[in-house]
């Protein structure tokens, strides 16, 4: 697990991702799963395009406030709601379902979808 201090926010977590975009919106706060980063590399790479993190980690207070569930993967650094320009939500989670994430939830209306590194596989909409 990486933890990273609002100082360190600018710090690389591989090619294409960088801590800062992981934040909570909260208090700044980063903890990412270093096996969520290398799945979302990974799906960087296989979509040929930024691959946008809507939301990263979430700290207790944060989750709360925006509605999610009371265990979220997102409390622990092992999730994150993601987008890509001119790929659809229900698009994406098909190439993802292919790129071996656990966890993956399709938000249409919303515009993203969730992914996360849970250890079982778990579909669902949103």
């Not at 799963?33 to 930024?50: I, Q």
């Not at 925006?66 to 092992?78: P, T």
């Not at 379902?97 to 949103?126: L, M, N, P, S």
Request: glycine share 12%; net charge positive.
């Amino acid at each position: 697990m990486l933890c990273v201090k609002l100082a360190d926010e600018g710090q690389k977590l591989s090619e294409h991702f960088q801590a800062r975009e992981f934040a909570c919106r909260c208090c700044g706060m980063v903890l990412v799963h270093p096996e969520l980063v290398r799945k979302l590399e990974g799906l960087r790479n296989v979509v040929g395009a930024p691959v946008f993190i809507a939301s990263g980690y979430r700290c207790a207070k944060y989750n709360k406030a925006v509605g999610g569930a009371e265990n979220s993967y997102h409390l622990f650094g092992m999730a994150a709601d993601i987008w890509v320009k001119g790929i659809s939500p229900r698009q994406l989670a098909e190439i993802v379902g292919k790129t071996g994430f656990d966890g993956i939830g399709v938000y249409q209306d919303q515009g993203f979808i969730h992914v996360d590194v849970r250890g079982y596989r778990a579909r669902w909409e949103g």
